[in-house]
């Protein structure tokens, strides 16, 4: 084969490898997943942004679940998790000195839905909106059981809060050289809804000696899902692993 023939053919190769993979590959401008901690009792879910463009002003996301299975107890936006992330000072509207100041309730007004929407807008820099940034909160929530306890695979899944990203109400605007961009209908992503019970490093359902490796891994790691938290201290520390020991 030539080096013509031989360019091709890669070139072929990683076309058709582009193809098949998911758009989350490559980024999309603001992607929205969320991950949790459960037990028999209690579930509680971060929701979080990864914002992959500059001067993001707007979001508005639905956290959606099965009202036979979770009862709303708590929506917290103005708040600081214990640390799976502190950024709760970048959504603000008017003053900056209050985190998430005149930001709008999440509304749990309808069952199986909660809508929050929320922005920063700054008077002393109009023009400025969020910044890029990964494990972005966005809001907590904390649900109990609808019946005995929490299903194993509870409910859960993300989407736009109003509309369908087509709809008049515009969700995710940035600015763009002061030009307002929407970004609904095609440059958001909604991944999942990850939860596990605290020790469950991988979350695939059961606490294993590989969860172990997986705290290992992750020993220091600010942005570690929160389930690798196996004593519930707020970091991914060597206590950790005896914790998760002694779930196996």
């Not at 929205?32 to 028999?40: F, K, L, N, R």
């Amino acid at each position: 084969m030539n080096l013509t023939k031989l360019k091709k053919t890669v070139l072929m190769i990683w076309l058709s490898v582009f193809l098949m993979l998911p758009m989350t590959a490559f980024g999309a401008d603001v992607d929205i997943y969320a991950e949790g901690t459960m037990s028999e009792t209690e579930l509680i879910v971060y929701l979080y942004a990864d914002v992959n463009v500059q001067n993001l002003v707007s979001y508005g996301v639905s956290l959606n679940y099965d009202p036979a299975e979770l009862v709303v107890a708590e929506v917290l936006k103005d708040t600081d998790p214990i640390p799976y992330t502190s950024n709760v000072t970048k959504w603000y509207l008017g003053d900056s000195s209050a985190s998430y100041k005149n930001n709008p309730t999440p509304d749990t007004s309808v069952p199986g839905e909660i809508i929050i929407i929320g922005g920063k807008l700054d008077p002393l820099n109009p023009t400025q909106g969020v910044g890029q940034g990964s494990k972005v909160f966005l809001a907590m929530v904390r649900f109990t059981p609808a019946d005995v306890q929490i299903p194993a695979s509870p409910t859960l899944f993300l989407s736009y809060a109003k509309g369908d990203g087509t709809s008049s109400f515009k969700n995710f605007v940035r600015l763009d050289n002061n030009t307002p961009l929407v970004l609904d209908g095609g440059n958001v992503y909604f991944g999942s809804v990850q939860v596990s019970e605290p020790g469950d490093a991988d979350a695939n359902g059961a606490i294993t000696p590989s969860d172990i490796n997986m705290i290992k891994m992750n020993i220091g790691n600010a942005d570690g899902p929160c389930y690798m938290d196996c004593d519930g201290n707020g970091s991914i520390t060597p206590s950790d692993i005896n914790c998760t020991k002694s779930k196996i």
